[in-house]
């Protein structure tokens, strides 16, 4: 089966510019993630969707970043503006509504803000 | 609030020798654990997880697990390592009823020839 994939992989920005990442999971995964990894650090959960709604947005900075999920299907995370300290890896996870079942990771976008 | 602990940021064997990451966690209720590698520049792949079956959890690449509930651990551990298993190592507990997962800092393994 195709994994999740996300794009692009590399984005280098200046401050206070706007950045937008895709990911399309793998087909038929109801839930889908992204995740922060800032470097020497574990991946941080940013926002939770069930299908197309969202179950947990706790972690994300709701002044600058936001992020849809469409038809249930692809999504998108957005920051705007961008702020040195959102220099990360973001990663995108589905898996399937399970809690039981594990979550798949794409490759992730390395955002670097200068 | 679940959280988990990797002791070691950086563990370096020679190849052939054992390896073994750590990892501690706490949850009020008996959780789904779950060991990921990440590759250089890649996202992370799943190498094993403990869903309240068996303690011992075997896993891809010859990887197992043990769950100690008295020690609240989950080790990862290999019996003899392979130059291409140097990556980082992440535990990570399962919220149960988000699903979300709670990622510890991580482990590099460094395998020396």
């Known amino acids: 089966e195709a994994g999740v994939a996300q794009s692009p992989r590399y984005k280098i920005i200046e401050k206070r510019q706007s950045v937008a990442f895709w990911c399309n999971p793998i087909s038929g995964h109801a839930t889908l993630y992204w995740y922060q990894q800032i470097l020497g650090q574990g991946p941080k959960l940013l926002i939770q969707f069930q299908n197309n709604g969202v179950v947990d947005d706790s972690q994300l900075p709701k002044d600058r970043f936001s992020a849809e999920r469409l038809k249930g299907v692809d999504s998108t995370l957005k920051i705007q503006p961008a702020k040195l300290e959102d220099s990360a890896v973001y990663l995108c996870?589905?898996?399937?509504?399970?809690?039981?079942?594990?979550?798949?990771f794409g490759d992730g976008t390395r955002l670097s803000i200068l | 609030a679940q959280s988990v602990t990797q002791l070691g940021s950086h563990v370096s064997v020679s190849e052939g020798a054992l390896v073994l990451l750590r990892c501690n966690y706490s949850?009020?209720?008996?959780?789904?654990l779950f060991w990921y590698v990440q590759y250089p520049n890649q996202g992370l792949q799943l190498l094993l997880k403990y869903t309240s079956a068996a303690t011992l959890v075997k896993g891809i690449n010859g990887f197992e697990a043990e769950f100690k509930k008295s020690e609240t651990s989950f080790h990862l551990t290999k019996p003899s390592a392979h130059m291409s298993d140097a990556a980082e190592y992440f535990c990570a507990v399962s919220d149960l009823s988000s699903y979300k997962l709670i990622f510890g800092s991580g482990t590099r393994l460094l395998v020396r020839p």
């Open positions: 996870a589905s898996s399937q509504a399970d809690s039981n079942q594990p979550q798949h």
């Open positions: 949850s009020s209720v008996p959780p789904y």
